[in-house]
């Protein structure tokens, strides 16, 4: 059985930093694409960081220089770090590991429950 565990949110001054971890079971994680996405009340899902099973990462405008994704394949591990929080940032963030990336429907595209990251003006 395949599980996600977020941790790492919560209430946080506009500003500050948040490191999110994503701690994964029941999948071979080094050979899967693992990514960070995150949903506000009212909108649509949306990506904001990405890393592939080699390292390579991707990160949506909005956070561009100042978040940081990393994994520890060691520790079956994906981490966002996020600097200089914003009240836009406020959301549910959740991790996503897809053994094809790009590919929505594929059954190998796990997801975890979702941790809130609240940004307070």
């Known amino acids: 059985q395949v599980h996600l565990v977020e941790s790492g949110g919560g209430l946080v001054q506009s500003g500050g930093s948040v490191r999110l971890s994503c701690v994964t079971s029941g999948i071979v994680f080094n050979i899967y694409a693992m990514a960070w996405y995150r949903q506000a009340p009212g909108k649509q899902r949306e990506v904001v960081a990405a890393i592939s099973s080699g390292g390579e990462s991707e990160y949506a405008d909005f956070v561009k220089g100042r978040s940081t994704i990393s994994r520890d394949n060691a520790e079956n591990t994906v981490y966002l770090q996020m600097n200089n929080l914003e009240p836009g940032d406020t959301a549910v963030y959740y991790c996503?590991?897809?053994?094809?990336?790009?590919?929505?429907?594929?059954?190998?595209?796990?997801w975890g429950q979702g941790i809130q990251v609240t940004v307070s003006s």
């Open positions: 996503n590991a897809n053994l094809f990336p790009g590919l929505e429907l594929s059954p190998q595209n796990y």
